[in-house]
C-alpha cells in the first residue's frame, strides 16, 4: 500500500490515524459525473496525510462522459484510489461490489456520492465517530449548495420542512440515535453479512439497509458536526426523475420490510390525490377547485418568501422545484405501492 508515512518518524497520534486508515475502505459509485468526480476526490482527501493510506474506489456504471479518464489520470497524484466496474449501473450494486474488494485488514466501509463536496478529514472523522459510539453505522445530514439559478432555488427548499418533511439528514442539526440518514460509514462486516444494497433498489436502499439494520439489532448514530455539502438536480425534469424514484423506492421499503408510512410521507400522497379528485369534481362545482388553488398559493408564497429572503429572482424556481417533490414523490410512491401488489398477485 502506498504510503506517505515513515514508521519511524510518525509521531504518537499520527500513527493512530495512520493504523485506522489503514482499515477503511471508501466506495463511490458514480456513472457520467465528469462535472464533480475530481473535486470530490480532492476534498475526500484533503486533511490528514494518513488519508494515504485509506483504500479508495470508484465504481463507475459505464460513464460516457470522461469520469473514467478523470479518475484514472488522478490515481497517478492519489495512488491509493482505483477504478472498477459496475456493470449493474446502480448506485447500490456499485457499493456492494467495492465492498467485496476490501483489503485485508479493512473493517470500515465509507459511502461517498461524487456529486458532493466533503470537508477535510471527513473519512478519518466518520471512522472516530464510528469507533467512538460503537455504532452499526454513522450518517451525517447534508447541506444542499447550488450553482445555477434553479439549482441554488432547489437548494433552498429542499432542506425546509416543506421540502423533506423534517428529516434530521436534511439540514439537520441535532445528534443521536435515528432510523434513517444519509449514508456515511458502516462497519462492513455488518454490511456484508446483511447482504450489503438490495440491488433491485434504483432509489431509496439506503433507507431499506436501515430498515434491515435496524431490525438486526444495529444502531444508527447521526453526527450533526460532520456535514456533506450536496449538489441537487439542475432542471426540474431530473428533480421530478428523481423524486419519483424516491416515492416507488420509499413504498417498495415499505412494503418488503413490513413498515407502516410516517405522516410526512403520506402527506405528499394524500395531497396528489385531493388534488386529482378536485379537478374532477370540478365540472360539477367550483367550490372543489379550492385546494388546488390553496396549494398554487402555497407554492407562490415559498417563491416570494425566498425572493425576498434570499434577495435573489432565482427564488421563483423554489415553488416550481417544491411541487415538482411534492407530485412526482406522491404519484412514485403510489406506482410503487401497486407494482408491489400486482408483483405479490402474480
Known amino acids: 500500500m502506498n504510503t506517505m508515512f515513515d514508521e519511524r518518524e510518525t509521531s504518537p497520534p499520527d500513527r493512530a490515524l495512520e493504523l485506522l486508515a489503514r482499515r477503511i475502505l471508501v466506495v463511490i459509485p458514480a456513472l457520467n459525473e465528469a462535472a464533480h468526480i475530481e473535486d470530490c476526490l480532492r476534498s475526500l482527501m484533503r486533511g490528514s496525510a494518513a488519508l494515504s493510506s485509506v ?94 439559478c434553479f439549482q441554488r432555488a432547489n437548494a433552498w427548499v429542499v432542506d425546509t420542512p416543506l421540502g423533506s418533511g423534517g428529516s434530521a439528514h436534511r439540514g439537520g442539526s441535532t445528534s443521536g440515535y435515528v432510523d434513517h440518514g444519509h449514508h456515511a460509514a458502516f462497519r462492513l462486516e455488518h454490511f456484508l453479512r446483511l447482504g450489503g444494497y438490495d440491488e433491485t433498489f434504483s432509489h431509496n436502499e439506503d433507507a431499506e439497509y436501515d430498515a434491515r439494520l435496524s431490525q438486526a439489532g444495529g444502531k444508527i448514530y447521526l453526527d450533526a458536526d460532520i456535514r456533506v455539502g450536496y449538489y441537487p438536480r439542475t432542471t426540474i425534469s431530473g428533480l421530478w426523475r428523481q423524486y419519483f424514484g424516491y416515492g416507488r423506492g420509499r413504498a417498495r421499503n415499505l412494503l418488503k420490510n413490513g413498515q407502516r408510512p410516517r405522516l410526512r410521507q403520506l402527506v405528499p400522497v394524500l395531497n396528489l390525490l385531493l388534488l386529482v379528485a378536485s379537478l374532477l369534481v370540478a365540472a360539477l362545482t367550483p367550490l372543489a377547485l379550492a385546494w388546488p388553488v390553496f396549494y398554487v398559493g402555497v407554492l407562490g408564497l415559498v417563491s416570494a418568501w425566498f425572493v425576498v429572503s434570499k434577495k435573489s429572482l432565482c427564488g421563483l424556481w423554489a415553488g416550481p422545484a417544491l411541487g415538482a417533490m411534492h407530485l412526482s414523490w406522491g404519484l412514485g410512491f403510489l406506482a410503487g405501492v401497486f407494482a408491489s401488489m400486482r408483483a405479490r398477485a402474480a
Open 55 to 148: 483504500q479508495v474506489i470508484v465504481a463507475d456504471g459505464g460513464s460516457t462522459d470522461g469520469t473514467r479518464d478523470i479518475v484514472q489520470e488522478l490515481s497517478d497524484t492519489f495512488p491509493n484510489v482505483s477504478l472498477i466496474d459496475n456493470p449493474g449501473r446502480l448506485q447500490a450494486a456499485g457499493v456492494n461490489a467495492g465492498a467485496q474488494l476490501a483489503e485485508y485488514g479493512r473493517d470500515i466501509l465509507v459511502r461517498c456520492d461524487a456529486h458532493a463536496d466533503y470537508p477535510e478529514d471527513y473519512i478519518l472523522n466518520l471512522a472516530l465517530k464510528l469507533e467512538e459510539t460503537g455504532a452499526a453505522s454513522v450518517v451525517v445530514p447534508m447541506d444542499a449548495q447550488g450553482t445555477t
